[in-house]
């Protein structure tokens, strides 16, 4: 099982940005699809945003898209989420997710699908 510890998290000011990093040891994540979640106070974990195993497919979560980039460099067994334009609604705790990938351009949106999660990284945005 990969193991995954998110950093990058931080108070900013709404229209700010941030770069959430997750980083992956115990297997290469060359082999998993990855995926950003984020659960914020009182409110149930939600997607926000997925890559293929390859690299060459992402989607988001509709209130993200046009502001949150997701990349990954499986050289250094990491993944991105690039926050840009923050907003209030946008404070959440965020994790990141693996989830084994048979296909390099599989997509994957369901939390209880993903075998490998970190412990989070707190992002608050003031407005």
């Known amino acids: 099982q990969v193991q995954l510890v998110e950093s990058g998290g931080g108070l900013v000011q709404a229209g700010g940005s941030l770069r959430l990093s997750c980083a992956a040891s115990?297997?290469?994540?060359?082999?998993?699809?990855m995926g950003w979640f984020r659960q914020a106070p009182g409110k149930e974990r939600e997607f926000v945003a997925v890559?293929?195993?390859?690299?060459?497919?992402?989607e988001y979560v509709d209130t993200v898209k046009g502001r949150f980039t997701i990349s990954r460099d499986n050289a250094k067994n990491t993944i991105y989420l690039q926050m840009n334009s923050l907003k209030p609604e946008d404070t959440a705790v965020y994790y990141c997710?693996?989830?084994?990938?048979?296909?390099?351009?599989?997509?994957?949106?369901?939390?209880?699908?993903?075998?490998?999660w970190g412990q989070g990284t707190h992002v608050t945005v003031s407005s």
């Open positions: 997710a693996a989830h084994p990938a048979t296909y390099a351009s599989g997509l994957y949106y369901n939390a209880p699908s993903y075998g490998s």
């Open positions: 115990g297997r290469t994540v060359s082999n998993y699809a």
């Open positions: 890559i293929s195993r390859s690299g060459r497919r992402a």
